[in-house]
Nanobody
Framework: QVQVVESGGGLVQAGGSLRLSCAAS????????MGWFRQAPGKEREFVAA????????RYADSVKGRFTISRDNAKNTVYLQMNSLKPEDTAVYYC????????????????WGQGTQVTVSS
């Protein structure tokens, strides 16, 4: 079993940057694909980015390509989301999740979720 805790959210102006961190417990962290998802008020949870267990493959939502970068450090049981050139439409609660090796953009495939961290981008 894996427990995940997100941190790093906050308030930033449009064009600014934030780095989210997700610390995971459990000795099996390295076997999981790790994903970031977000949910804005009144909207469904949506895929942001994912990284496979060896960090050999990453995937991004079209809306964040070129602006966000996902990475992981298996020695530290941590996954990161570097967010640059933030836009007001990036405002949401961001969730980290541990999950599968297939369908990595599908939130229903993920087994373990954090409590989320709020990101607010002002215009």
């Amino acid at each position: 079993q894996v427990q995940v805790v997100e941190s790093g959210g906050g308030l930033v102006q449009a064009g600014g940057s934030l780095r989210l961190s997700c610390a995971a417990s459990g000795r099996t962290f390295s076997v999981y694909t790790m994903g970031w998802f977000r949910q804005a008020p009144g909207k469904e949870r949506e895929f942001v980015a994912a990284i496979t267990r060896s960090a050999g493959y990453t995937r991004y939502a079209d809306s964040v390509k070129g602006r966000f970068t996902i990475s992981r450090d298996n020695a530290k049981n941590t996954v990161y989301l570097q967010m640059n050139s933030l836009k007001p439409e990036d405002t949401a609660v961001y969730y980290c999740a541990a999950g599968p090796s297939t369908n990595i953009d599908n939130p229903y495939e993920y087994d373990y979720w954090g409590q989320g961290t709020q990101v607010t981008v002002s215009s």
